[in-house]
């Protein structure tokens, strides 16, 4: 029942209220016989017979097993506690009837409309090139640290398994000893959500010798981890990619 529907609804009681014709009451405590329920039908008042007819076991039961199921059940008044009764009018017994259905309904449509899911972020792997060679994250850990040189290139590509939906961003980290520090370098993001950093080992790691582990934290901008959480945030809208390699001194 939408709000139009809703308003309809009430108008209608406010009829019967002028009305005030007993046989509404009977037939909102569902104690109406056939044969009234027959004449109240024949008078063509529609709206009324809705307002005032009572929803059935079944749709009862299914709202019910949706709140329960969605929200939790509530325990119910502790012994001896007093329920305050609802006034019976003719309009209270429309507002008793026609807005638990809008209510009902609109609870329905909530709870059993498939979740809005928002774009997913895709597994990556870092691939990297150390010289002649090419490594991968997902190969097994090469025996030696590559080594760079003067006059090397650093290159570091992230691929996305499936071209990523939605905004990417990254934070790179170098990990020194243990010492974490943000690295000042400025990723290419294509549109599908691969990265790219590139240049000279002088220009990239220009006051950095021996081991060094590179962290690369990509997701979401807003997920994004500081130095202080990156290695012990859960991933949460972000992966984490490592790259260890040793710098030689010179250039």
């Known amino acids: 029942m939408n709000d139009d529907e809703l308003l309809e609804a009430l108008a209608a009681a406010a009829r019967a209220e002028r009305a005030r014709d007993p046989r509404y009451d009977a037939l909102a405590d569902d104690a109406l016989s056939e044969e009234d329920r ?22 009862k039961a299914r709202f019910a097993d949706a709140a329960l199921g969605a929200l939790g059940a509530q325990a119910p008044p502790a012994s001896g506690a007093k329920v305050l009764p609802f006034r019976r ?17 609109a609870l329905a449509f909530i709870l059993l409309r498939p979740a809005a899911e928002g774009p997913g972020l895709p597994e990556y792997r870092l691939d990297a090139t150390a010289g002649e060679r090419t490594l991968r994250s997902a190969d097994p850990a090469p025996a030696d640290v590559p080594r760079y040189g003067p006059g090397s290139r650093i290159e570091l590509v992230l691929r996305p398994s499936t071209a990523a939906q939605g ?30 950093i ?19 934290a990509v ?18 809208g972000w992966r984490l990619l490592r ?3 040793e710098r030689l001194p010179g250039g």
């Open 167 to 196: 905004p990417v961003a990254v934070r790179a980290f170098l990990n020194r000893g243990g010492e974490l520090q943000p690295w000042a370098v400025t990723p290419e993001v294509s549109p599908e959500g691969a990265v790219r």
């Open 198 to 216: 590139a240049g000279p080992v002088e220009k990239l790691l220009p006051e950095v010798t021996g081991e060094v582990e590179i962290l690369l």
């Open 89 to 105: 009018t003719w309009v209270g017994r429309a507002l008793t009837f026609a807005v638990p259905l809008a209510a009902a309904a």
């Open 219 to 236: 997701g979401r901008p807003e997920a994004l981890p500081d130095a202080r959480d990156v290695l012990t945030a859960p991933p949460a």
């Open 38 to 59: 027959a004449a109240l039908a024949a008078l063509g008042d529609d709206e009324a017979m809705t307002v005032f007819t009572p929803l059935g076991d079944a749709a």
């Open 243 to 245: 790259y260890r390699l």
